[in-house]
């Protein structure tokens, strides 16, 4: 009788967890959330939880059920056919997999189905096949980010008509914007390793809410290879060594990687040195871009010198090399902690749009003009713990210290004099952020959090004779200063129905600044010694996501973003251009970004998508540059040139409207094409109440990509592209830059189309071996990317080993 008891008890508990069906994704084998199961009559539905299981006790007399989530191919399946699949189901990829968890709208995992904001993903898999030489090339390969180089050791990214300290760099989460990024192009960006990069987003749009200052454009986010634990007790140890080879500029890179881990221990060691040889230019295109001469010293004089090889760009070259380390610890599963120290520093590399400036007479302006070693290095703790509360069900501390270093070395032509200026970064941040969801279903969220950023400044100048040796502190770039930010911020998400969401995010920050003067007085008659800057700072954004069919997703996002001065804004002294200066202005406020986007996705067949962004921002009280005096007076001697006074001024708005537009087919299993195109306008207030193209707006560019892929196999032929601007359609700023351009049949600077056709392949040897070959700017084309110094490679063959163990 016993037996028989639990006999029964047990068919019925078998047939009760039978009736679970647990849906996952085919190819990355994760569970589905989402899931809309119904009849054919759509009477009865059940949608799957994040685990990716629906109940389907309602479901046991239905003959036949429809399966569907947008993004996904529809199965239909009658209920006998589930049972005998042991209630387990795939569904297919359609076109493209809004599923795929993304981290830099909240900084938690989430589905992009429920973001509603656009963000576009590179992923391990496409760097790997691309092969980027540098993480402002990684972000350049998303087909949405327009890169702007003023050397090869750089990488400016522009996004939505913003760039440089508009745009927010985040490294595992946390911020590496400083006080001292600039208006002008940054670099900072190659000092990442893209070989220690697991996944890249692009979180278009302002991110303030959870990003602060600096997160108008848009925010990237970088997450780096994250140790990984072992859920039985044996340890496990895997590694891999890439040696990779290009001819454009000669380039010798070494990587290897370790990863190692137990049940409560993991760990990740990296190690990359990259060489980098003169840069090659193509042989087809404008011959402004020549390098036809260059600047050599024999005897104790500066001479030019004919270049036997014009399409080798003197001097580009530079190293770089990285490290990482990563140790995890889990002492049980409510538990996390991390730390992971990264060093990354470069050789000296020469600024090359200053080495191809001419005098009215002829002779180059700069003998030497190149960036000292760029340092960046970063400590950061990451305690994580789950468990549910009151008051949150997972919580993460964050504390971080960074240090930056970086240096400017100059001398004009047949000048003895060398100017050095050193800056030096110290940030740190703690940062403390919660997540709470409420009900079963998990359809409200709340991310909220505080944050507390310290950035110190150093700054100090020397000029040396390097004829008698002799050195003497000179004037610094930046005055010595503190910059502070604290802020608490939280985001709400509320599911109304299965087919349509709402977010919306509030955030307070106070910033302070505090910067002295004193060492610069001697130099520059300032009128003050010392600046103090406090102000606070209110966004919000609200969003909603809707999907009235499997087939269709609508996302619609108000937000506002802003910019706190910095140290740069506030302090530097510096040529913008030729026989002009910018002197400290100690007056300035933030300015504000108000953004309205809508996006669009359709998916036609099951295998073609579609998908619209149109956007439009306006930045108020923007920090522009504008005539000034000092002293009374409107030109000052600066670097032995009568120089315009120029300073930065909140006194003027930018307008940018846009649209980003994307389609992707998959003819089968093997082959698939995709496409991607941006168009940006950008106009700005100009001094007079004029307008101006926005400096920051490039000209319409994109790619698109042809792909066969197998298991062992991954061919790719794609070309990008962009458009050209004419003299009247640059900003007033380029015009005054005709060394990045070429020269239009009326002798003006204008930027020219170009396009590239490029085929890279990926083939797995062995289980243990893959290389990777490609073939760039086949047809070698000669141009410059818009606000260009230098050019873009050549023809250029890519060769890449990797062997895995």
Same mark, same amino acid.
């Given at each position: 009788?016993?037996?028989?008891?639990?006999?029964?008890?047990?068919?019925?508990?078998?047939?009760?967890?039978?009736? +679970? $069906?647990?849906?996952?994704?085919?190819?990355?084998?994760?569970?589905?959330?989402?899931?809309?199961? +119904?009849?054919?009559?759509?009477?009865?539905?059940?949608?799957?939880?994040?685990?990716?299981?629906?109940?389907?006790?309602?479901?046991?007399?239905?003959?036949?059920?429809?399966?569907?989530?947008?993004?996904?191919?529809?199965?239909?399946?009658?209920?006998?056919?589930?049972?005998?699949?042991?209630?387990?189901?795939?569904?297919?990829?359609?076109?493209?997999?809004?599923?795929?968890?993304?981290?830099?709208?909240?900084?938690?995992?989430?589905?992009?189905?429920?973001? #509603?904001?656009?963000?576009?993903?590179?992923?391990?898999?496409?760097?790997?096949?691309?092969?980027?030489?540098?993480?402002?090339?990684?972000?350049?390969?998303?087909?949405?980010?327009?890169?702007?180089?003023?050397?090869?050791?750089?990488?400016?990214?522009?996004?939505?008509?913003?760039?440089?300290?508009?745009?927010?760099?985040?490294?595992?989460?946390?911020?590496?914007?400083?006080?001292?990024?600039? *208006?002008?192009?940054?670099?900072? &960006?190659?000092?990442?390793?893209?070989?220690?990069?697991?996944?890249?987003?692009?979180?278009?749009?302002?991110?303030?809410?959870?990003?602060?200052?600096?997160?108008?454009?848009? &925010?990237?986010?970088?997450?780096?290879?994250?140790?990984? $634990?072992?859920?039985?007790?044996?340890?496990?140890?895997?590694?891999?060594?890439?040696?990779?080879?290009?001819?454009?500029?000669?380039?010798?890179?070494?990587?290897?990687?370790?990863?190692?881990?137990?049940?409560?221990?993991?760990?990740?060691?990296?190690?990359?040195?990259?060489?980098?040889?003169?840069? =090659?230019?193509?042989?087809?295109?404008?011959?402004?871009?020549?390098?036809?001469?260059?600047?050599?010293?024999?005897?104790?004089?500066?001479?030019?010198?004919?270049?036997?090889?014009?399409?080798?760009?003197?001097?580009?070259?530079?190293?770089?090399?990285?490290?990482?380390?990563?140790?995890?610890?889990?002492?049980?599963?409510?538990?996390?902690?991390?730390?992971?120290?990264?060093?990354?520093?470069?050789?000296?590399?020469?600024?090359?749009?200053?080495?191809?400036?001419?005098?009215?007479?002829?002779?180059?302006?700069?003998?030497?003009?190149?960036?000292?070693?760029?340092?960046?290095?970063?400590?950061?703790?990451?305690?994580?713990?789950?468990?549910?509360?009151?008051?949150?069900?997972?919580?993460?501390?964050?504390?971080?210290?960074?240090?930056?270093?970086?240096?400017?070395?100059?001398?004009?032509?047949?000048?003895?004099?060398?100017?050095?200026?050193?800056?030096?970064?110290?940030?740190?941040?703690?940062?403390?952020?919660?997540?709470?969801?409420?009900?079963?279903?998990?359809?409200?969220?709340?991310?909220?959090?505080?944050?507390?950023?310290?950035?110190?400044?150093?700054?100090?100048?020397?000029?040396?004779?390097?004829?008698?040796?002799?050195?003497?502190?000179?004037?610094?770039?930046?005055?010595?200063?503190?910059?502070?930010?604290?802020?608490?911020?939280?985001?709400?998400?509320? =599911?109304?129905?299965?087919?349509?969401?709402?977010?919306?995010?509030?955030?307070?920050?106070?910033?302070?600044?505090?910067?002295?003067?004193? @060492?610069?007085?001697?130099?520059?008659?300032?009128?003050?010694?010392?600046?103090?800057?406090?102000?606070?700072?209110?966004?919000?954004?609200?969003?909603?996501?809707?999907?009235?069919?499997?087939?269709?997703?609508?996302?619609?996002?108000?937000?506002?973003?802003?910019?706190? #001065?910095?140290?740069?804004?506030?302090?530097?002294?510096?040529? *913008?251009? #030729?026989?002009?200066?910018? &002197?400290?202005?100690?007056?300035?406020?933030?300015?504000?970004?108000?953004?309205?986007?809508?996006?669009?996705?359709?998916?036609?067949?099951?295998?073609?998508?579609?998908?619209?962004?149109?956007?439009?921002?306006?930045?108020?009280?923007?920090?522009?540059?504008?005539?000034?005096?000092?002293?009374?007076?409107?030109?000052?001697?600066?670097?032995?040139?009568?120089?315009?006074?120029?300073?930065?001024?909140?006194?003027?708005?930018?307008?940018?409207?846009?649209? @980003?537009?994307?389609?992707?087919?998959?003819?089968?299993?093997?082959?698939?094409?995709?496409?991607?195109?941006?168009?940006?306008?950008?106009?700005?207030?100009?001094?007079?109440?004029?307008?101006?193209?926005?400096?920051?707006?490039?000209?319409?560019?994109?790619?698109?990509? $042809?792909?066969?892929?197998?298991?062992?196999?991954?061919?790719? $032929?794609?070309?990008?592209?962009?458009?050209?601007?004419?003299?009247?359609?640059?900003?007033?700023?380029? =015009?005054?830059?005709?060394?990045?351009?070429?020269?239009?049949?009326?002798?003006?600077?204008?930027? #020219?189309?170009?396009? +590239?056709?490029?085929?890279?392949?990926?083939?797995?040897?062995?289980?243990?071996?893959?290389?990777?070959?490609?073939?760039?700017?086949?047809?070698?084309?000669?141009?410059?990317?818009?606000?260009?110094?230098?050019?873009?490679?050549?023809?250029?063959?890519?060769?890449?080993?990797?062997?895995?163990?």
């Amino acid at each position: 009788m016993r037996i028989a008891f639990f006999l029964c008890f047990f068919l019925i508990s078998t047939h009760s967890f039978s009736q +679970t $069906l647990v849906i996952r994704d085919w190819e990355t084998k994760k569970p589905l959330e989402f899931v809309t199961v +119904t009849d054919m009559g759509g009477k009865i539905q059940a949608i799957s939880n994040e685990n990716g299981e629906v109940d389907l006790s309602d479901f046991s007399k239905i003959e036949k059920l429809e399966i569907r989530l947008f993004g996904y191919r529809s199965q239909t399946k009658t209920y006998s056919q589930i049972q005998e699949e042991n209630f387990r189901l795939f569904l297919y990829p359609s076109v493209v997999n809004l599923q795929q968890a993304v981290v830099s709208a909240t900084k938690w995992e989430q589905n992009r189905q429920e973001i #509603p904001s656009k963000i576009s993903t590179i992923t391990k898999a496409n760097r790997e096949l691309l092969n980027p030489q540098t993480a402002a090339d990684l972000l350049g390969i998303s087909g949405d980010v327009f890169i702007q180089k003023s050397q090869q050791g750089g990488g400016s990214p522009m996004i939505r008509g913003f760039s440089t300290n508009r745009l927010l760099y985040s490294v595992d989460g946390v911020r590496m914007n400083t006080a001292i990024f600039r *208006s002008g192009n940054l670099h900072n &960006v190659i000092s990442l390793d893209p070989f220690a990069i697991e996944s890249t987003e692009v979180f278009f749009g302002p991110g303030s809410i959870v990003y602060g200052s600096d997160a108008i454009g848009a &925010v990237m986010s970088f997450q780096t290879i994250k140790p990984e $634990l072992v859920d039985t007790g044996d340890k496990k140890i895997q590694g891999s060594l890439t040696l990779r080879g290009n001819t454009a500029n000669n380039e010798k890179t070494g990587h290897l990687h370790l990863k190692y881990g137990g049940k409560k221990w993991a760990g990740v060691s990296s190690f990359t040195r990259y060489d980098f040889g003169d840069l =090659r230019m193509g042989s087809k295109g404008p011959e402004e871009f020549l390098r036809p001469v260059f600047v050599v010293r024999t005897d104790g004089t500066d001479k030019v010198e004919p270049n036997p090889k014009p399409l080798i760009q003197v001097p580009t070259g530079y190293q770089q090399t990285n490290l990482m380390q990563k140790l995890r610890y889990s002492p049980n599963e409510q538990w996390d902690v991390q730390y992971a120290f990264h060093y990354s520093e470069t050789s000296d590399f020469p600024r090359y749009d200053r080495l191809i400036r001419f005098r009215p007479n002829g002779l180059p302006r700069s003998a030497e003009w190149f960036y000292g070693p760029q340092i960046w290095m970063m400590n950061h703790l990451k305690i994580s713990q789950q468990g549910k509360s009151k008051i949150y069900d997972q919580m993460t501390l964050s504390l971080s210290q960074q240090r930056f270093e970086e240096s400017r070395i100059d001398r004009n032509f047949n000048d003895p004099i060398r100017r050095t200026r050193i800056e030096k970064v110290d940030a740190f941040a703690a940062n403390l952020d919660f997540l709470k969801e409420w009900t079963e279903k998990k359809e409200t969220k709340l991310f909220y959090g505080a944050e507390i950023v310290t950035n110190k400044v150093n700054s100090s100048g020397t000029d040396k004779n390097i004829l008698t040796g002799n050195i003497n502190r000179a004037a610094s770039r930046y005055p010595n200063a503190n910059w502070s930010s604290q802020a608490l911020y939280a985001n709400f998400q509320q =599911r109304i129905s299965s087919k349509s969401l709402i977010q919306s995010g509030i955030r307070y920050n106070r910033f302070s600044l505090d910067a002295d003067f004193s @060492q610069n007085l001697e130099f520059y008659p300032l009128p003050f010694s010392r600046s103090k800057n406090q102000e606070g700072a209110l966004n919000a954004s609200l969003g909603w996501v809707y999907t009235p069919q499997e087939s269709w997703i609508f996302h619609v996002n108000a937000s506002t973003g802003f910019r706190a #001065p910095n140290v740069d804004d506030i302090g530097k002294v510096f040529d *913008s251009e #030729p026989g002009t200066v910018m &002197v400290p202005n100690p007056n300035l406020k933030a300015e504000y970004a108000y953004n309205l986007e809508v996006n669009a996705g359709k998916i036609l067949s099951e295998s073609v998508m579609l998908d619209f962004t149109t956007y439009y921002t306006r930045l108020d009280n923007a920090l522009v540059r504008r005539k000034a005096t000092l002293n009374g007076m409107d030109s000052i001697i600066y670097d032995g040139e009568l120089s315009r006074v120029l300073s930065l001024k909140n006194a003027a708005f930018v307008e940018i409207i846009g649209l @980003q537009a994307a389609l992707e087919i998959k003819f089968d299993t093997h082959w698939s094409f995709s496409s991607k195109l941006n168009i940006q306008k950008g106009t700005e207030e100009t001094d007079d109440g004029t307008r101006s193209p926005s400096r920051h707006a490039p000209p319409i560019f994109g790619v698109s990509r $042809l792909e066969y892929k197998n298991a062992k196999l991954r061919i790719q $032929l794609f070309s990008e592209y962009a458009g050209s601007f004419s003299f009247e359609q640059l900003p007033l700023e380029e =015009r005054g830059k005709p060394e990045l351009y070429a020269i239009d049949q009326n002798g003006n600077p204008f930027s #020219p189309s170009w396009a +590239t056709i490029n085929l890279m392949a990926k083939y797995q040897l062995h289980k243990l071996f893959t290389v990777s070959s490609g073939l760039e700017n086949i047809t070698d084309v000669r141009y410059r990317t818009y606000s260009s110094g230098v050019a873009a490679p050549g023809r250029n063959f890519i060769l890449s080993l990797t062997a895995n163990f």
